[in-house]
């Protein structure tokens, strides 16, 4: 089992950055693909970004493609995300997530990832 928190969320202005970390800690990080999530008010949690174990594949939904590059550092037990030319639309509570030991490839389904962290706010403003 691993346990999963968030951090680096805010209020940032359209057209700025953040970055997002998320630490990991229990079973070894680097068993787990990883993937990035977000939920905006009165919609459904949606596929970000996602990563292999060893950080070789990486997948992005179409929205977040060349603005949001994922990463992680095994040494350090830590997801990144890092979030640029931020726009409005981008503001939603973002959740790292970790799928079974098992897992592959990247799943882009949250019904593949068993363990959540508990999220940090973005809020762009215009």
């Known amino acids: 089992q691993v346990q999963l928190v968030e951090s680096g969320g805010g209020l940032v202005q359209a057209g700025g950055s953040l970055r997002l970390s998320c630490a990991a800690s229990g079973r070894t990080f680097s068993s787990y693909v990883m993937g990035w999530f977000r939920q905006a008010p009165g919609k459904e949690r949606e596929f970000v970004a996602g990563?292999?174990?060893?950080?070789?594949?990486?997948k992005y939904a179409d929205s977040v493609k060349g603005r949001f590059p994922i990463s992680r550092d095994n040494a350090k037990n830590t997801l990144y995300l890092q979030m640029s030319s931020l726009k409005p639309e981008d503001t939603a509570v973002y959740y790292c997530?970790?799928?079974?030991?098992?897992?592959?490839?990247?799943?882009?389904?949250?019904?593949?990832?068993?363990?959540w962290g508990q999220g940090t706010q973005v809020t762009v403003s215009s």
């Open positions: 990563i292999t174990k060893t950080g070789g594949v990486k």
């Open positions: 997530a970790a799928s079974p030991p098992e897992t592959i490839v990247v799943p882009t389904s949250a019904t593949a990832y068993d363990y």
